[in-house]
């Protein structure tokens, strides 16, 4: 399976949805997110 920053932040959002009344706004820097998953290596 092919993990990406958008499929994970895509996963996150349907597990827990936003609720913007009480400030939750995720800010999405797919850089840093695919440097993460790059750095986690094959886990599989």
């Known amino acids: 399976v092919e993990r990406d920053a958008r499929l994970l932040v ?3 959002r349907d597990r827990n949805p936003v609720v ?4 939750q706004h995720y800010l999405v820097d797919t850089s840093v997110l695919n440097a993460a998953i790059e750095l986690a290596g094959d886990i599989s």
């Open 10 to 12: 895509d996963l996150l």
């Open 20 to 23: 913007r009344e009480l400030g």
